[in-house]
């Protein structure tokens, strides 16, 4: 099969097939997730068949032109970078939508659960193989969307949907910084093709020589590091936990977030080498996987602890593809890629087991757990080789992933000349041993100790399904076969990444002892300076907190609240200020703006002794002509001095049909149709509403001064708009360019009917505008009538007045007490009554059973409950 059709089919298959949802769970029910996971498994068999290819070095490519006029092409590029990442979306999926059949309960709403989740996936494949900036930024923002979604999947909870918001305010917004970065590449490469500009050594030059350079590579880091939580835009992770835990496995730790991080390695080869790209990347990971690694430790939610070891654990990966310098540019490349394998392996596992755990307790509260080693004793085996494997315990693979991470910041020291570059190792202990802490916490206070007593914790729990014990236990399988036998997964994955990154790099050899070589010693710091740490666990939690407490306002989330809240303050002031007046008068600050913009070159004119009109055009218009002029003249001062609102409707109809008739008479048969359909429908609808009004007289309360005032503004607007028109004549007139959409529009578009050529094909982009008004316009009335609605049934509930039949507790005229039934929908109108046996209808209005109730005595001051 052709590379293009093939790697389009990975892409769009989970597209296409979450059409197919629907219909699948009418077939299997609650069991719709295991149609799902068969989806990611094609993927990932489809994905895995190209390894053979990657490895022998043949990268398989295909484009489709798009926009050829914009340098845009439909192009997709499998390297071992990208079939890495589409390995580890795919195979973490399946597990994911397995997982899922049994953690999400059949009351769900599945249908949507699973089109989410597939729509992500094919975003993230799309990011993982596209060969064109253009490409990878839709897929980009799809990704960021599906997010939205997912995370606001509890649509009823405030958490659910504050987190959601976030997530996409700063994900999607740091996008658009990012789109910019990728319109200043193409302003300096002339391209938008991603393998083109990375395997074309002038252009890489090109990019570095480029005064553009810095402002690039921060336009981009923007939206690179807000997708993968690093620096401050880390605050919208944790809030992203509210998604249900499968979710957050999937997206926001072994896939989504690792989109940043791909970003970053795939633009490698044209920004490393710089001290730039050193001070950026490498500087904001060290410092972000510092201060997570800090903030995780005062955490009590257990996907909160989780979320900010992501942060932590991505910033392990940024840094590592930051470790760079002019000699050699891809220090800790090969180190971020094994370490993005084995991330993706350990992380999700945990995601998943905290998952059974919140489900078995039915709470995420670790201060609420404790001894449940004997009670779920394969789930505890599992999250020990998890937690260990993220601590970086031997022999599993998060131990190798910390022995490169550490060898490659003593070699990034040693490159800048040593003394306080130092400070780069130091770190780097500092955060394995912050790693160290809350991975044993984990572990600690959930399976060991004793259980405290709470009425909201189960006192019994066992280990769940095999359905929800299998994926996490494949992951664990995989945490330990990498630690013990790296090779072959190396040989098969990460060499291809590397070498994608970095063409010619050395092969990477990985062992679990090297010797007593400065990782090791690093290492050994680690582990007792953690020990020394957890010690000391709950008193530094303690003080976060209570700095926290104390210092509400020194918190990025804090700054964030604060910029959101005022934005809608700041909207509603901006509001206040520009409408506080009645329509009538932004029309007459709007002529007279256009007063004004006449005056300017129209006094120009004058003074300079320019012809302001042509004396000749005056004489060329025709009797017919004038005749329709004057009275369109005279229908428009009729609308706006008639006394009642019939007559100006009227007036102001014929207006429309004189202006109409304008354009039958100068060939515009279109026009002249359609202004008589639009008038015609108008007049209608006021009339219907005029005709609910309780008066038909035209209320004008302006004084005469505010009357002459207006009258001025409109006739100095139509003096200025008409000297306009009449010194048109004056320049000479732009060539037709109609007769270019005839000649080429068979040419270029294949279509025969030139209108509908003209504004589908010629002007798209404007009729997706108004189709664009038109839409939002219909949403804003279909809100309308169902706001309505809503209001009509809230208001019924609230009086009593609902559908129904119900017995009334006041006498009516007419109607044998104990036999009253009120029959449909009741209003302040009036009241239909059954009487007896015969059928006998009475209609009583208001004003009736008011008197009636008056003259029985009945206190009607107080409002409704008093007539009751």
């Not at 043949?58 to 926009?67: K, T």
Request: proline share 5%.
């Amino acid at each position: 099969m052709d590379p293009f059709y093939f790697i389009a089919l990975i892409v769009l298959l989970p597209f296409v097939m979450t059409l197919a949802v629907p219909l699948a769970y009418k077939i299997m029910k609650e069991k719709v997730g295991w149609f799902a996971a068969a989806i990611a498994a094609v993927c990932f068999l489809l994905i895995a068949s190209m390894i053979p290819s990657i490895v022998d070095g043949h990268n398989l490519a295909g484009a489709v032109s798009w926009i050829p006029g914009l340098s845009v092409n439909l192009a997709f590029y499998a390297d071992g970078l990208a079939v890495l990442l589409g390995l580890i979306v795919s195979f973490i999926g399946i597990l994911i939508l397995s997982y899922s059949n049994k953690y999400l309960s059949k009351d769900e709403d599945l249908v949507r659960y699973y089109q989410y989740l597939l729509v992500f996936m094919g975003s993230m494949f799309g990011v993982a193989f596209s060969d064109n900036l253009i490409q990878l930024f839709i897929f980009w923002e799809l990704t960021s969307i599906s997010s939205f979604m997912l995370i606001g999947y509890y649509r009823k909870t405030k958490e659910s949907i504050y987190g959601a918001t976030k997530a996409l305010l700063i994900t999607g917004g740091a996008g658009l910084f990012m789109f910019i970065g990728f319109m200043c590449l193409f302003a300096i490469t002339g391209t938008y093709g991603i393998s083109e500009m990375l395997t074309n050594p002038e252009m890489l030059s090109a990019v570095k020589d480029s005064p553009l350079f810095t402002v690039t590579l921060i336009l981009i880091l923007i939206g690179a590091f807000a997708k993968s939580a690093q620096g401050p835009f880390f605050i919208w992770l944790p809030n992203a936990m509210e998604a249900p835990t499968p979710v957050s496995a999937f997206l926001h730790s072994a896939t989504m977030v690792k989109a940043g991080v791909f970003l970053v390695a795939r633009l490698h080869p044209m920004f490393s080498g710089t001290m730039d790209w050193f001070v950026l990347v490498a500087g904001i990971g060290l410092i972000t996987m510092v201060g997570a690694g800090f903030l995780a430790l005062k955490q009590t939610d257990l996907k909160a602890i989780l979320a900010f070891s992501t942060i932590s654990q991505l910033a392990y990966l940024m840094t590592m593809f930051g470790f760079t310098t002019y000699a050699e540019p891809g220090i800790g490349v090969p180190a971020a890629v094994f370490h993005l394998l084995n991330h993706a392996t350990f992380k999700a596992c945990l995601f998943l087991l905290v998952g059974i755990i919140a489900h078995e307790l039915h709470t995420r509260d670790i201060r609420k757990m404790g001894g449940l080693r004997k009670e779920m004793p394969i789930t505890f085996i599992l999250m020990v080789i998890a937690a260990a494997s993220m601590a970086g315990i031997p022999p599993l693979n998060g131990y190798l992933s910390k022995e490169l991470f550490y060898e490659s910041s003593v070699h990034m020291a040693e490159a800048l000349g040593g003394g306080i570059a130092y400070l780069i190792p130091v770190l780097a202990v500092l955060g394995g041993v912050l790693t160290f802490a809350y991975s044993f916490r984990l572990i600690i206070k959930i399976f060991l100790g004793k259980r405290t007593e709470d009425p909201d914790v189960p006192k019994h729990v066992h280990d769940p399904s095999w359905v929800m014990l299998a994926p996490p236990a494949i992951l664990a399988v995989l945490i330990v076969a990498i630690g013990l036998v790296p090779t072959p997964f190396i040989d098969a994955l990460v060499q291809p990444a590397i070498n994608a990154i970095l063409p010619g790099a050395e092969h990477l050899h990985v062992a679990l002892w090297h010797g007593f070589t400065p990782a090791f010693i690093m290492t050994l710091i680690t582990f007792a300076l953690g020990a020394l740490l957890y010690m000391q666990y709950d008193r530094i939690a303690g003080w976060e907190n209570r700095f926290s407490e104390k210092h509400p306002k020194i918190s990025l989330n804090y700054i964030y609240n604060t910029m959101v809240d005022n934005a809608y303050k700041f909207g509603a002031t901006f509001g206040k200020m520009l409408q506080k007046g009645s329509p009538r008068r932004y029309v007459g600050i709007m002529l007279a703006f256009i007063i004004f913009m006449v005056a300017i070159p129209l006094g120009f004119a004058l003074l300079t002794g320019q012809p302001i009109f042509s004396k000749e055009l005056i004489f060329k218009i025709a009797a017919s002509e004038m005749i329709l002029f004057v009275l369109i003249v005279l229908a428009a001062w009729g609308a706006s001095v008639l006394p009642r609102y019939v007559p100006m409707i009227l007036a102001s109809s014929a207006l429309g049909f004189f202006v109409a008739l304008l354009y039958a008479y100068l060939k515009a048969p279109d026009l002249a149709m359609t202004q008589l359909c639009v008038e015609t429908l108008s007049t209608i609808m006021f009339l219907l509403v005029i005709m609910k009004l309780r008066t038909k007289e035209a209320v004008r309360p302006e004084t005469g001064k505010v009357r002459i005032r207006n009258a001025f503004i409109a006739l100095c607007c139509a003096a200025a708009l008409f000297m306009l028109l009449m010194g048109a004549d004056l320049f000479p007139a732009f060539e037709s360019f109609s007769h270019y959409f005839m000649d080429k529009g068979i040419e270029l578009t294949g279509g025969r009917n030139i209108v509908n050529v003209i504004v589908v094909d010629f002007r798209g982009y404007d009729t997706i505008g108004e189709i664009s008004v038109l839409t939002i316009a219909a949403l804003t009335i279909y809100n309308l009538i169902s706001s309505r609605k809503k209001k009509g049934k809230a208001a019924a509930a609230e009086t009593g007045t609902a559908r129904g039949n119900f017995v009334p507790s006041c006498p009516i005229p007419g109607a044998p007490v104990g036999g009253n039934q009120v029959l449909g929908h009741v209003s302040c109108e009036e009241v239909t009554v059954e009487t007896g046996d015969d059928g006998h209808k009475i209609v009583v209005d208001e004003k009736s059973v008011n008197r009636h109730l008056k003259d029985e005595g009945a206190d009607l001051s107080n409002g409704p409950e008093a007539k009751k």
